[in-house]
């Protein structure tokens, strides 16, 4: 007990330390802090405000968890004690990014229909996860996604291959939201770029290393009920405005709107029905086997309650995309022609991103905006939070405690490295925000879907559904495939002629989820049709078993009784 | 353990709620993803058919009307998988469980 609060202690003081040094302008920043973009000047003390009752809560709770998590089960699941209802929330809380509000509303209000295709498609992932995961991860789940896997394969080079594309996932998906995050954020509080990557890595690091799967979850509820109810607010306020007359809100749109009734129809987003569909399996698949959202499935007692959570997550998400197609359009009703949010150019103050939020002003002064520009920050402290818990589990669970100890590390030094990786990976998380600030990073967050559609969907669904998987198909196949993957995108067009500046890009097309999956997929298949080792006859063998317990519960992991 | 395991997957009971559970996720699914590729193909190959305005006097178009209906569709057939297996297949499994358990 002595020794974790030793290392406690060095851990926030190295986190101040950190803090201290990072940012050479923090006077200036914290002056900063209490005013807002320079364009209004005014102090919108409610919006600091409601910043710091989210941080004051949230650290609240951080330490309320910190004295409920001592073991591994405890720290990767919340001893496997959440509910249905609860996880539910907190999984809609994972799922929607800043990019799910802010992202969605900027696409709406610059191009109109074509913003909205990223609210229909990716919700497509959420019945598949039910009908073909939900009580399967459950009932042969523990901690992470390669424990599913390495029931019955062979641990180390299993382990090997999900922790290493798990790492690559979170690293990719949580750059996006760093630098999301900063520009947001400065733009919100006035806070300078590198202050604000300071302060996201430091209350992740607190939540997740102090608090973990518990404080994590509190912290993705609340942020799901506040961005839900914000939503609802909105979406209410600009209906009102038209007698909540849906075609009235249009017709307004169509008016404001350069394009007119261009932004009800589809403009080319999707240039060409390759793309089209290789984008559609990227969303759908890859976002059915995120591991920071799977890992979610493991925090409830039960295959019943994994159903029912996957229930209300796909309600709640389903419902915050419908609010979106209301958002994005009024976005572009109420702020498109507004000279409050508008620049000397007639450019939209803080660039589109901030066309959500300058809606909420408008339909609720500076109250609303006040409670949104806190929402917008919960939103992605929410979501780094469990990116981290996803990485330090990868870390500490699959490499730390079982390709290097060989599962002979006790529950305390697992632990212990958890926590350290947690600090890790928000360290890590400051450094690469700061790295790539002001960078184009939309194309990283095709980074993350094209690995989880490439690895971590083929291997999940052929472990549980395919008796001939053996390990040497799913190794050769999920890192041909991962190859694959990543050497596309990086001879694609975005990075090989976008930023790499070469004249054609050697591989057509923007989205090679459709062709790396494949390769995944038939490797993985024809490499174990051919493997005829004593370890494939065992592996065969071991199918039986598996099935029986991923059907019926009996032998899962259970909840922690307290 | 592995005794369990050996009786229950000799019940065959057990097959058949395998089966059927597996039938409903497949058919659901199917359906989803009909649902969904028919979306993405009409965005890519027939534009013009979703930017049609659903009645003379509105906007509103097939588009819109589409994208509402994809995300109810699916919201309505979790609903759909959730009921069932509430109300069917989880009682089976524990009937069968328990009598695996319960032999000698």
Same mark, same amino acid.
């Given at each position: 007990?002595?020794?974790?609060?030793?290392?406690?202690?060095?851990?926030?003081?190295?986190?101040?330390?950190?803090?201290?040094?990072?940012?050479?302008?923090?006077?200036?920043?914290?002056?900063?802090?209490?005013?807002?973009?320079?364009? $209004?000047?005014?102090?919108?003390?409610?919006?600091?405000?409601?910043?710091?009752?989210?941080?004051?809560?949230?650290?609240?709770? &951080?330490?309320?968890?910190?004295?409920?998590?001592?073991?591994?089960?405890?720290?990767?699941?919340?001893?496997?004690?959440?509910?249905?209802?609860? *996880?539910?929330?907190?999984?809609?809380?994972?799922?929607?990014?800043?990019?799910?509000?802010?992202?969605v509303?900027?696409?709406i209000?610059?191009?109109g229909f074509d913003g909205l295709i990223y609210s229909v498609v990716?919700f497509g992932?959420?019945?598949? #996860?039910?009908?073909?995961?939900?009580?399967?991860?459950?009932?042969?789940?523990?901690?992470?996604?390669?424990?599913?896997?390495?029931?019955?394969?062979?641990?180390?080079?299993?382990?090997?291959?999900?922790?290493?594309?798990?790492?690559?996932?979170?690293?990719?998906?949580?750059?996006?939201?760093?630098?999301?995050?900063? $520009?947001?954020?400065?733009?919100?509080?006035?806070?300078?770029?590198?202050?604000?990557?300071?302060?996201?890595?430091?209350?992740?690091?607190?939540?997740?290393?102090?608090?973990?799967?518990?404080?994590?979850?509190?912290?993705?509820?609340?942020?799901?009920?506040?961005?839900?109810?914000?939503?609802?607010?909105?979406v209410?306020?600009?209906l009102?405005?038209f007698?909540f007359s849906l075609n009235g809100l249009y017709q307004a749109a169509v008016?404001?709107?350069?394009?007119?009734t261009g932004v009800m129809q589809p403009g080319?987003l /999707?240039?060409?029905?390759?793309?089209?569909?290789?984008?559609?399996?990227? /969303?759908?698949?890859?976002?059915?086997?995120?591991?920071?959202?799977?890992?979610?499935?493991?925090?409830?007692?039960?295959?019943?309650?994994?159903?029912?959570?996957?229930?209300?997550?796909?309600?709640?998400?389903g419902y915050?995309y419908l609010l979106t197609f209301v958002i994005g359009y009024g976005?572009i009703? =109420?702020?498109?022609?507004?000279?409050?949010? /508008?620049?000397?150019?007639?450019?939209?103050?803080?660039?589109?991103?901030?066309?959500?939020?300058?809606?909420?002003?408008?339909?609720?002064?500076?109250?609303?905006?006040?409670?949104?520009?806190?929402?917008?920050?919960?939103?992605?402290?929410?979501?780094?939070?469990?990116?981290?818990?996803?990485?330090?589990?990868?870390?500490?669970?699959?490499?730390?405690? *079982?390709?290097?100890?060989?599962?002979?590390?006790?529950?305390?030094?697992?632990?212990?490295?958890?926590?350290?990786?947690?600090?890790?990976?928000?360290?890590?998380?400051?450094?690469?925000?700061?790295?790539?600030?002001?960078? *184009?990073?939309?194309?990283?967050?095709?980074?993350?879907?094209?690995?989880?559609?490439?690895?971590?969907?083929?291997?999940?669904?052929?472990?549980?559904?395919?008796?001939?998987?053996?390990?040497?198909?799913?190794?050769?196949?999920?890192?041909?495939?991962?190859?694959?993957?990543?050497?596309?995108?990086?001879?694609?067009?975005?990075?090989?002629?976008?930023?790499?500046?070469?004249?054609?890009?050697?591989?057509?097309?923007?989205?090679?989820?459709?062709?790396?999956? &494949?390769?995944?997929?038939?490797? #993985?298949?024809?490499?174990?049709?051919?493997?005829?080792?004593?370890?494939?006859?065992?592996?065969?063998?071991?199918?039986?078993?598996? =099935?029986?317990?991923?059907?019926?519960? /009996?032998?899962?992991?259970?909840?922690?009784?307290? | 353990?592995?005794?369990?395991?050996?009786?229950?997957?000799?019940?065959?009971?057990?097959?058949?709620?395998?089966?059927?559970?597996?039938?409903?996720?497949?058919?659901?699914?199917?359906a989803v993803?009909l649902a969904y590729f028919a979306f993405i193909f009409a965005i890519a190959f027939a534009p013009d058919w979703l930017a049609q305005p659903l009645h003379a006097g509105t906007v509103v178009t097939t588009g819109i009307l589409a994208g509402v209906l994809v995300i109810v569709l699916c919201v309505s057939l979790?609903?759909?998988?959730?009921?069932?297996?509430?109300?069917?297949?989880?009682?089976?499994?524990?009937?069968?469980?328990?009598?695996?358990?319960?032999?000698?």
């Amino acid at each position: 007990m002595n020794r974790q609060n030793t290392f406690v202690t060095i851990a926030t003081l190295a986190l101040l330390g950190f803090a201290g040094t990072a940012s050479a302008s923090i006077g200036e920043a914290i002056h900063n802090m209490f005013t807002l973009p320079a364009n $209004t000047g005014a102090i919108n003390t409610k919006a600091v405000s409601m910043f710091f009752g989210f941080v004051l809560i949230s650290l609240s709770i &951080t330490v309320w968890a910190a004295k409920r998590t001592k073991s591994t089960s405890d720290f990767y699941t919340a001893g496997g004690n959440i509910g249905g209802f609860q *996880n539910g929330l907190a999984i809609c809380g994972d799922w929607c990014s800043s990019a799910a509000l802010m992202g969605v509303a900027a696409l709406i209000y610059s191009t109109g229909f074509d913003g909205l295709i990223y609210s229909v498609v990716p919700f497509g992932a959420w019945p598949l #996860m039910m009908f073909l995961l939900a009580d399967r991860l459950r009932n042969l789940g523990k901690y992470t996604l390669a424990d599913i896997v390495s029931l019955r394969l062979a641990r180390v080079p299993i382990r090997t291959l999900v922790a290493g594309a798990s790492l690559a996932f979170v690293v990719g998906y949580l750059i996006v939201q760093m630098v999301g995050a900063g $520009t947001l954020i400065s733009n919100l509080f006035g806070l300078n770029y590198e202050m604000a990557q300071v302060i996201i890595g430091v209350l992740i690091v607190l939540y997740v290393a102090f608090g973990g799967m518990i404080a994590t979850t509190y912290v993705q509820l609340i942020k799901a009920v506040l961005l839900l109810s914000g939503a609802t607010f909105i979406v209410v306020a600009v209906l009102a405005k038209f007698g909540f007359s849906l075609n009235g809100l249009y017709q307004a749109a169509v008016d404001n709107h350069p394009l007119k009734t261009g932004v009800m129809q589809p403009g080319g987003l /999707l240039p060409d029905p390759v793309n089209a569909i290789s984008c559609g399996v990227m /969303l759908i698949f890859g976002g059915a086997a995120m591991p920071h959202v799977l890992m979610r499935f493991f925090t409830v007692p039960d295959a019943k309650e994994a159903r029912r959570s996957v229930a209300w997550a796909a309600t709640f998400i389903g419902y915050f995309y419908l609010l979106t197609f209301v958002i994005g359009y009024g976005a572009i009703a =109420f702020v498109m022609k507004n000279p409050d949010f /508008l620049d000397a150019k007639g450019i939209i103050i803080g660039g589109p991103n901030m066309a959500a939020i300058h809606l909420s002003e408008a339909m609720g002064g500076d109250l609303l905006l006040g409670f949104i520009s806190a929402v917008a920050f919960a939103t992605i402290v929410a979501v780094v939070a469990g990116l981290t818990i996803a990485g330090a589990s990868a870390i500490s669970h699959d490499i730390y405690a *079982n390709i290097f100890r060989h599962g002979k590390a006790t529950d305390a030094e697992v632990v212990k490295v958890s926590r350290i990786a947690a600090l890790g990976l928000g360290v890590l998380g400051i450094v690469l925000g700061i790295a790539f600030k002001g960078q *184009n990073i939309a194309y990283l967050i095709v980074l993350p879907f094209t690995i989880s559609s490439t690895v971590f969907f083929p291997v999940l669904f052929l472990t549980m559904y395919w008796r001939r998987l053996t390990t040497t198909g799913v190794v050769v196949g999920g890192w041909l495939g991962l190859a694959t993957g990543i050497l596309l995108l990086v001879v694609g067009p975005t990075i090989w002629k976008d930023i790499l500046g070469n004249a054609a890009p050697l591989f057509p097309y923007k989205y090679p989820a459709l062709f790396s999956m &494949t390769v995944t997929f038939v490797t #993985m298949i024809v490499v174990s049709l051919l493997d005829k080792s004593e370890r494939a006859k065992a592996e065969l063998a071991s199918f039986d078993d598996q =099935f029986v317990r991923s059907q019926t519960g /009996l032998g899962a992991e259970g909840a922690v009784q307290h | 353990m592995e005794d369990i395991y050996r009786r229950i997957d000799t019940d065959p009971r057990f097959h058949a709620l395998a089966r059927a559970r597996s039938r409903l996720g497949w058919t659901l699914s199917a359906a989803v993803l009909l649902a969904y590729f028919a979306f993405i193909f009409a965005i890519a190959f027939a534009p013009d058919w979703l930017a049609q305005p659903l009645h003379a006097g509105t906007v509103v178009t097939t588009g819109i009307l589409a994208g509402v209906l994809v995300i109810v569709l699916c919201v309505s057939l979790t609903g759909v998988y959730i009921w069932q297996a509430n109300r069917r297949y989880d009682g089976q499994n524990r009937a069968i469980v328990d009598d695996a358990s319960r032999a000698p």
